[in-house]
């Protein structure tokens, strides 16, 4: 057989592949998930994430500061809360002496370029440890009232300087109460991220045990997407657009970039994918025993992210990615 079409030919050397590559990596692509701690001198490894910590405000500007020189663009904070301020409304996440609100004040001063993006749910604050109000008799997470909640923190963040809300809740109706009331208060350049396609995934373990967020009682699969669907992934997505969203997060990754591909075959805002701690834990877990080589896992699995169709990839492994990227 004469052989006419050699796709090889295309992978024969470093400088050819170098110009067929379809994707990318840049480190203006990675948001950094960081933990806040209230005690202003506490840095505390979380056990499930090794090289990532609790830290409180002290630790968390120094370590900045050197992140920021390293090239990083955006963070997204996620606050540790004293459980004697945790109750059944959330109502810490709007109070005027949140301290998660003062940092983001104060990183902004700090760093005016950095993008800051909040998490909007109850979760972190609330005594029952979901993402929503728990009505007392039926153990129900109540929807409307939610968001009433979830509106008072959104504007919250966004009075503190906040760049991109990133509500997390999976409520019905939420973009659209957030987007009016920053448009009320005239946050009118204040971005929402949209948790569009958040699944109820066993992959967020490390991060509840980061926060001590785990529900008190049941599970949050009746506001969290069932796994096995994918179309509701764009129906929960279009929804989001016609409420106004402006960007949609795919959450969590590597098991789900077919929801990725789906919607960003399907629409035209940018796409985010969230790499959850369970990916980060297992990714570490097998490479301090030896099994995988850490660096090349962790830029193949951000590199599938932009294949599948990610504009932007939030990771644990953002910091280690700057490193990679610049060397
Ligand atoms: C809660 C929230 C969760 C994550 C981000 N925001 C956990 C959950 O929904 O229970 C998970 C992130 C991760 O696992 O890294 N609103």
């Given at each position: 057989m004469k052989q006419l079409k050699r796709p090889r030919r295309l992978r024969n050397s470093k400088f050819i592949r170098e110009l067929c590559a379809e994707n990318s990596l840049r480190v203006s692509d990675f948001i950094y998930p960081m933990f806040c701690h209230f005690d202003i001198d506490a840095k505390e490894e979380i056990s499930s994430m090794p090289g990532q910590f609790r830290q409180g405000r002290n630790h968390l500007i120094k370590d900045l500061k050197e992140l920021v020189a390293n090239g990083l663009h955006a963070i997204c904070l996620f606050p540790l809360v004293e459980e004697n301020l945790k109750d059944s409304q959330g109502s810490?996440?709007?109070?005027?002496?949140n301290y998660y609100l003062d940092l983001i004040k104060e990183i902004k001063d700090l760093y005016p370029e950095l993008l800051i993006m909040t998490d909007v749910a109850l979760d972190p604050y609330s005594s029952d440890g979901h993402d929503g109000i728990v009505d007392?008799?039926?153990g129900k997470i109540l929807n409307d009232e939610s968001l009433i909640v979830l509106e008072k923190m959104s504007l919250a963040q966004a009075n503190a300087g906040a760049d991109i809300i990133g509500p997390?809740?999976?409520?019905?109706?939420r973009i659209r109460v957030i987007r009016e009331a920053l448009e009320r208060e005239n946050f009118?350049?204040?971005m929402i991220m949209s948790y569009s396609a958040k699944y109820a995934s066993s992959y967020y373990g490390p991060f509840r045990e980061a926060l001590n967020?785990?529900?008190?009682?049941?599970?949050k699969k009746t506001y969290q997407m069932d796994?096995?669907?994918?179309?509701v992934a764009l129906k929960e997505a279009r929804l989001d657009v016609a409420e106004g969203a402006d960007i949609l997060m795919v959450k969590p990754g590597l098991p789900y970039l077919d929801v990725v591909s789906l919607l960003a075959r399907n629409l035209t805002q940018p796409i985010s994918v969230y790499q959850v701690s369970g990916e980060y834990a297992m990714i570490k877990a097998a490479s301090e025993k030896g099994w995988i080589d850490e660096e090349s896992v962790v830029l193949e699995s951000a590199m599938s992210f932009k294949r599948a169709g990610a504009s932007m990839i939030l990771s644990y492994f953002t910091r280690d990615i700057l490193k990679y990227l610049q060397s």
């Open positions: 810490y996440s709007f109070n005027e002496a007392k008799k039926s997390s809740d999976m409520m019905d109706g009118i350049d204040t967020s785990a529900p008190k009682s049941g599970d796994p096995r669907n994918l179309k």
